[in-house]
Nanobody
Framework: QVQLVESGGGLVQAGGPLSLSCAAS????????MGWYRQAPGKQRELVAI???????NYADSVKGRFTISRDNAKNTVYLQMNSLKPEDTAVYYC??????????????WGQGTQVTVSS
């Protein structure tokens, strides 16, 4: 079992920065993947960025060049630095942890979500 707690959401002007953090606790797997997803009202939850235990990353096309995902394995924490924010980035952002052992619910864990609102 893995527990995830996000922090850092809030209100920001378009073009500004905001950073999110997610602290994980529980049982871990060496090949785990952590990441951020977001869900805007009326839309499906979508991938923002993911990062493996080894530091390999992948980003949604819509955030490439603006967002940076990183992790501190010693602290079991993943971060998302968001720059040049746009109103369309407004969403609830969720931290995700996958054990790397499968795509089923037993290997996928989610945080409670944190609201990010970007004003125009």
């Amino acid at each position: 079992q893995v527990q995830l707690v996000e922090s850092g959401g809030g209100l920001v002007q378009a073009g500004g920065p905001l950073s999110l953090s997610c602290a994980a606790s529980g049982s871990f797997y060496s090949d785990n993947v952590m990441g951020w997803y977001r869900q805007a009202p009326g839309k499906q939850r979508e991938l923002v960025a993911i990062i493996t235990s080894g530091g390999n990353t992948n980003y949604a096309d819509s955030v490439k060049g603006r967002f940076t995902i990183s992790r501190d394995n010693a602290k079991n924490t993943v971060y998302l630095q968001m720059n040049s924010l746009k109103p369309e980035d407004t969403a609830v952002y969720y931290c995700n942890y996958n054990t790397g052992r499968g795509f089923n619910a037993e290997n996928d864990f989610w945080g409670q979500g944190t609201q990010v609102t970007v004003s125009s």
